[in-house]
């Protein structure tokens, strides 16, 4: 799978209603480097997000406050792959930013593990 | 100031995540132990792996590649509007040990929650996380017909190393799961010191 797929449906395409169907068939979106604990968020309100394909529409409305990408996927109930590709779709147009975790050679420093530890201890 | 403008495209991501793992056998709690804390009920999502089979799968020189979904439990704390916390339970059927990897990359640390009615079932897990060097602590569940072993008792029969934090536990009580999760951090802090010396106001 290489270059871009902005527009690979049009109204002929008919309901939505395979998760890989709605990709496209597309199963791959490692460019962005999208993890489980990247954060999304959209940068279209609730009401934009009603105008847009449905399961990319969904995704907008889930994400109006910083969400993994895990998350996103239990709530739209699609497997994490296919919820991937539909992200970087969202990312790639405009409608979402990402941040994705700390690089992974990074040791997690010590004023996050004190955040962690003091957040748990006051639940 | 991380979303929540009236202006969406307004808005800047400068919130991040990080994760814990709660490891263990099949069955012994490890969803149980993310409700228990978890702000919303357990999630699952369902991440789908397509690798050749290899290995215990391989099928007499069949090379075919398959796919296999995984289902993943997890929960969330939100630690403050800046950072979220992330609780993820391991898959507990040993055919999904490739999902492990993925799962603790970049992991804060990890649970291991032990059953003393199946203590075997938890040695992978151990073994897993000294082999990539991931610090874990053991929370030993206790269940009610389980036979009562005192925390040393287990300790030796997981071979641990004596820097392993352990402690009995109730994966369905929230004091007892954050005391687990305190304990992780605190031994996560400990081992962090060196790293300390050279970060500005850490402790």
């Not at chain 1, 996927?73 to 790639?92: F, T, Y």
């Not at chain 2, 089979?53 to 796919?67: P, R």
């Not at chain 2, 040990?97 to 992991?107: K, Q, T, V």
Request: charged share 25%; glycine share 8%; proline share 5%.
């Amino acid at each position: 799978m290489t270059g871009r797929h902005e527009a690979w449906f049009d109204e002929a395409a008919g309901p939505l209603v395979r998760p890989y169907a709605v990709t496209g068939g597309r199963t791959r979106s490692d460019t962005l480097g999208l993890d489980l604990i990247t954060l999304v968020v959209a940068m279209r309100s609730a009401a934009e997000a009603a105008g847009m394909e449905p399961e990319y529409g969904r995704i907008l409305r889930l994400c109006q406050h910083p969400t993994s990408v895990a998350e996103v996927a239990a709530r739209v109930d699609l497997p994490l792959p296919v919820v991937k590709v539909l992200l970087s779709d969202l990312i790639e147009q405009g409608h979402v930013l990402f941040r994705t975790a700390a690089p992974v050679t990074e040791t997690p420093n010590k004023h996050v593990l004190q955040a962690v530890l003091d957040g748990i201890r006051k639940l | 100031m991380a979303s929540g403008s009236s202006d969406p495209r307004r808005r800047t991501l400068t919130a991040t995540a990080v994760k814990i793992i709660i490891a263990g056998g099949f069955g012994v709690g490890k969803t149980t132990m993310v409700g228990s804390v978890s702000e919303v009920a357990p999630l699952r999502t369902e991440e789908v792996i397509t690798e050749a089979s290899a290995g215990v799968d391989d099928l007499s020189g069949v090379q075919n590649k398959k796919t296999t979904t995984v289902a993943l439990d997890f929960g969330r704390i939100t630690i403050n509007p800046e950072l979220i916390l992330y609780l993820f339970g391991t898959p507990g059927q040993d055919r999904f040990w490739f999902m492990w990897d993925e799962l603790s990359r970049g992991a804060l640390g990890a649970v291991v929650l032990a059953d003393t009615r199946r203590l075997d079932s938890c040695f992978a897990a151990v073994d897993f996380f000294e082999s990539r060097n991931l610090p874990f602590v053991v929370g030993v569940n206790c269940f009610d017909d389980g036979y009562r072993y005192t925390a040393e008792e287990v300790s030796q029969a997981l071979d641990l190393d004596p820097g392993v934090p352990m402690l009995l536990c109730d994966a369905r009580d929230r004091e007892s799961t954050k005391q687990v999760l305190v304990t992780l951090l605190e031994h996560l802090m400990s081992g962090s010191d060196d790293l300390a010396a050279s970060i500005p106001f850490a402790r």
